[in-house]
């Protein structure tokens, strides 16, 4: 089969397209024949290995995982003997975080790692759901205790994380404030969001007004800038971005809740968690994908630098179909 392997960190330069064997399910296991592939941050995180704390995740000196990729849509071509939800030729999706190999032609998942497409759902925007989606509902729903007539704002709002949460959060009467850069202003106002920032005119954490709950999908401030953002009482919630300052963020959280009275909060992704609930509201057509891209998997370097460069307005999709 073909898969874009990555054995080396460093640019997109650094990605190959490869013939390498197909895999085989194990008893647990189903194997997906890849429709569609997102890409998430994780994937940029573990191409580069900029960072120490990227090394102890993904492999000191190598990525242990060759094969980058993991939010997934297919077709099931095969199941272990202890398969029971699953039969061939079924539409699935789910998220393999921590296993990764979806930027490849098939893919082997544990069964409890995917869910069924609805038949109204496209292969690439089902690929675009899981770990985005999740982490937006588990962000302000989870973690940040989101109610009505809170006052949100969503920094690094026009990717992936940012296009779910504002259909998540308006779905509780709140106001919401999004953050992003200039070229994704009027893309976020069609979105929904009451209010837009330009980061690079105005600091939110210093412009002298404040949030009941802050998601942060760039987390590139200091935890006690984040602090002058927030009511008294606040919750600010971490999805990702910088793992130094979400290290920061950990060490001094227990500090600010003491000494501020503000909640400081990191999602620990519980990857698929929440697929049937998602399922639901797309259905309902609470929930729509916001698809950026789409690419070719002979295009995924291409993607990639797309990504990097932060210029995607919603998700970043491979389509193999």
């Known amino acids: 089969m073909k898969a874009i392997v990555c054995e080396k960190y460093g640019s997109p330069d650094v990605l190959e397209l490869r013939e390498v064997a197909k895999p085989v399910p194990k008893d647990d296991e189903v194997l997906v024949r890849i429709q569609a592939v997102s890409i998430n941050d994780w994937d940029w995180g573990l191409l580069q290995g900029s960072t120490p704390i990227d090394r102890l995740l993904f492999g000191l000196f190598r990525p242990r995982n060759t094969i980058l990729g993991s939010d997934i849509a297919g077709l099931v071509e095969a199941t272990g003997k202890n398969v029971r939800q699953f039969r061939q030729g079924d539409a699935v999706f789910g998220d393999l975080s921590g296993r990764w190999g979806g930027f490849a032609e098939y893919v082997c998942a544990p069964d409890t790692a995917l869910a069924l497409k609805p038949s109204g759902m496209s292969f690439a925007e089902a690929a675009s759901i899981p770990q985005a989606a999740a982490l937006a509902m588990q962000g302000l729903c989870d ?31 709140v106001e919401v404030t999004g953050v992003d850069k200039p070229a994704k202003l009027d893309f976020m106002r069609a979105l929904g969001f009451d209010k837009v920032i330009d980061y690079t005119q105005q600091d939110f954490t210093r412009a002298g007004i404040r949030y009941d709950l802050v998601l942060d999908v760039k987390t590139n401030r200091s935890p006690f800038d984040y602090v002058r953002a927030l009511n008294p009482g606040g919750r600010y919630v971490t999805v990702g971005g910088s793992m130094t300052r979400i290290f920061h963020l950990l060490l001094t959280g227990p500090f600010i809740r003491l000494t501020h009275k503000k909640t400081m909060r990191l999602v620990i992704l519980e990857p698929n968690k929440d697929l049937a609930y998602l399922n639901g509201l797309f259905e309902a057509g609470k929930l729509t994908p916001v698809l950026d891209k789409l690419y070719t998997l002979g295009g995924v370097r291409e993607a990639m630098r797309h990504f990097g460069a932060g210029d995607h307005k919603g998700k970043v999709v491979i389509s193999l179909e």
Request: aromatic share 6%; proline share 0%; glycine share 26%.
């Open 143 to 173: 973690i940040g205790r989101i109610k009505q007539g809170d006052k949100v704002l969503i920094n690094g709002a026009g990717g992936g994380v940012g296009t779910f949460a504002i259909q998540i959060a308006k779905q509780y009467g």
